[in-house]
């Protein structure tokens, strides 16, 4: 073969599981910056995301400082230090603890660890959309229940789809994007059903949030009680962290020293595990957070539902809002060219939705004033 032939050759990438040729690469969105220069805006509000709009805890940000004098140096592939932070605000055993690039990442490496072709997972939808792409990644089968009437988890129904080809049950609680939670009875009675070859994994992204309502159920203590158990939180939410990438999980000692054989030694950055450890006792912030939240929540949902849209009971930082038969694509679009950044639902298939982050009382301002000014032209203007 002469080596022009050689050179006009390509190479044909396949995928080793088939599956990854349906996947749908997870959308992040546009950065403020460009939609800023985009559409020739001084101003961008971005409530799309979920992070926290005080951003990072002080106590976090005079660790990072402290950490950039040894930039050079590998991290603590242990999280030593985080990891005994964890452990004392928890009161678990440190032998108990995985970290990871975020949550996200603790979920792809459960898959690869538990997952092979045709295996399945059962979860609710629309949830966290990485559970489908952690499952199809690695050639599984996803198989998805839909959320009850109320837009909440149908556990009886999920339970119903366990099969023996079910290695692990994802359940957001809150969940995303509804911030719908599952009380915790319903959680008891449904792991106590559970297969023991099935591992459930409770993923807690904004257990902080969540906490104080009643009959909210606490991982930590489910764990504790010595049940099969995968429990996962992080620090990008409530705890402002969400640029560093840094979360955690807690499970069964075996299972942890499966996860590190697949972990890659420095996953969660050195400046990333001073920063959560710090994060983690500066209280004050968290509770600033938290409150800042709860009343914003109670402000929003009230002047959304004055508009005459409707919001789905949410126990995160984040409401769902039913937009009353608008087309979330247009609004979504229309909330864009007005400077106001939230997530479309499409994807979700609530094509009838958008979710909406709480943000800083002005923030929350200048989207209602956009919401109400879309809405009043889209009446003057009927399609």
Request: net charge negative; proline share 5%; charged share 20%.
């Given at each position: 073969m002469s080596k022009s032939k050689q050179k006009a050759r390509k190479h044909t990438f396949r995928p080793a599981h088939k599956s990854v040729e349906d996947l749908m690469p997870y959308q992040t969105g546009k950065p403020i910056e460009e939609l800023a220069r985009e559409k020739g805006l001084d101003r961008i509000v971005k409530l799309a995301s979920n992070e926290n709009p005080l951003g990072s805890?002080?106590?976090?940000?005079?660790?990072?400082?402290?950490?950039?004098?040894?930039?050079?140096r590998y991290p603590d592939g242990g999280g030593f230090y985080l990891k005994e932070a964890i452990?004392?605000?928890?009161?678990?055993?440190?032998?108990?603890?995985?970290?990871?690039?975020?949550?996200?990442?603790?979920?792809?490496?459960?898959?690869?660890?538990?997952?092979?072709?045709?295996?399945?997972?059962?979860?609710?939808?629309?949830?966290?959309?990485?559970y489908r792409l952690a499952?199809?990644?690695?050639?599984?089968?996803?198989?998805?229940?839909?959320?009850?009437?109320d837009l909440k988890h149908d556990l009886p129904a999920m339970a119903g789809s366990i099969t023996e080809r079910t290695k692990l049950v994802f359940i957001s609680n809150p969940n995303n994007p509804t911030g719908t939670f599952v009380k915790t009875g319903e959680l008891v009675n449904f792991l106590d059903g559970l297969p023991p070859s099935v591992l459930p994994v409770l993923d807690e992204a904004y257990f902080e949030y969540a906490r104080d309502n009643a009959d909210f159920p606490d991982g930590v203590s489910l764990l504790k009680e010595g049940r099969n158990l995968v429990v996962m939180r992080t620090f990008s939410k409530a705890y402002g962290l969400a640029g560093l990438r840094v979360g955690y999980a807690l499970m069964p000692q075996q299972l942890v020293q499966l996860v590190n054989r697949v972990r890659q030694p420095f996953n969660v950055n050195s400046v990333a595990q001073a920063a959560a450890a710090a994060a983690v006792s500066d209280v004050d912030f968290l509770e600033k957070t938290l409150e800042l939240n709860r009343t914003e929540m109670e402000r929003l949902e009230a002047r959304i539902r004055s508009?005459?849209?409707?919001?789905?009971?949410?126990?995160?930082?984040?409401?769902?809002?039913?937009?009353?038969?608008?087309?979330?694509g247009e609004i979504f679009e229309g909330l864009q060219d007005k400077g106001v950044i939230v997530r479309a639902m499409d994807a979700y298939g609530l094509p009838e939705y958008i979710r909406v982050t709480v943000g800083l009382p002005e923030e929350n301002d200048f989207f209602l004033k956009a919401l109400a000014e879309i809405k009043k032209e889209k009446r003057g203007n009927p399609k």
């Open positions: 805890s002080p106590a976090a940000k005079d660790a990072v400082a402290r950490m950039l004098d040894d930039l050079g452990s004392e605000s928890l009161d678990v055993a440190e032998e108990m603890i995985v970290l990871g690039n975020g949550s996200n990442e603790i979920l792809e490496l459960l898959a690869q660890l538990l997952l092979a072709d045709n295996d399945e997972t059962v979860y609710a939808w629309p949830a966290f959309i990485v499952t199809m990644a690695h050639g599984a089968v996803g198989i998805e229940v839909p959320l009850d009437g508009l005459g849209f409707n919001t789905v009971p949410s126990a995160a930082n984040f409401i769902l809002i039913d937009l009353a038969g608008l087309p979330g």
